[in-house]
């Protein structure tokens, strides 16, 4: 029993300290390139996005003030599309430009600091074909890919490589759709 609940204890010791590692991203993102639309493969969760079942997409554009504008759309179980507008920032340039900040809040209050949300870009395909995207707190993870479908074992690594940066992905939510119902 003694062995059992110490066993217990340091996995538990593990994924505690795992959670409070920083979250690594890639060293660099050529946003001009990573811009154009992007599909929903898998994410975790999300209040924001408890509706959307199907056909889950975002556009990002460079703007010419250093921002992206962010698009995204997706299905809900009635057929209907909802979308949402925002603007994408990087968060500190400093630490290069792969930590993003969103918001979807009216710019009037874009100097509140809690209504930008991490968007961090944690791997990314040398092409450009696909992206693992998270945020520093491990709550909320996309799948991204180019395409609607991604090649199987891609995503099989995207999910490992997410469990071991500290991700639930046992809770991932993978939306039904060709995404094209634009």
């Known amino acids: 029993m ?3 609940l110490a066993a217990a204890l340091l996995a538990l010791a593990s994924l505690t300290a795992q959670a409070e590692e920083p979250l690594p991203t890639v060293p660099q993102v050529d946003l001009a390139r990573y811009a154009g639309r992007w599909y929903e493969i898998a994410r975790l ?3 924001w996005q408890r509706d959307c079942v199907a056909e889950v997409s975002a556009d990002y554009a460079l703007r010419e003030d250093g921002a992206i504008a962010v698009h995204n759309r997706c299905r809900v179980a009635d057929g209907r599309y909802i979308e949402a507008d925002g603007v994408a920032r990087v968060a500190d340039p400093a630490a290069g430009n792969a930590r993003l900040q969103v918001r979807f809040a009216p710019s009037w209050l874009g100097f509140l ?8 870009i944690l791997a990314l395909d040398p092409d450009y074909q696909w992206a693992l995207v998270g945020e520093p707190g491990r709550e909320y993870l996309w799948i991204l890919a180019r395409t609607p479908e991604l090649d199987a074992a891609i995503e099989a690594r995207l999910v490992e490589r997410a469990a071991e940066l ?3 992905v046992s809770q991932l939510i993978r939306p039904q759709g060709d995404g094209e119902g634009r």
């Open 113 to 120: 600091p809690f209504i930008w949300g991490d968007y961090w």
């Open 45 to 47: 969760p999300m209040y």
């Open 2 to 4: 003694k062995a059992r």
């Open 166 to 168: 500290g991700f639930d």
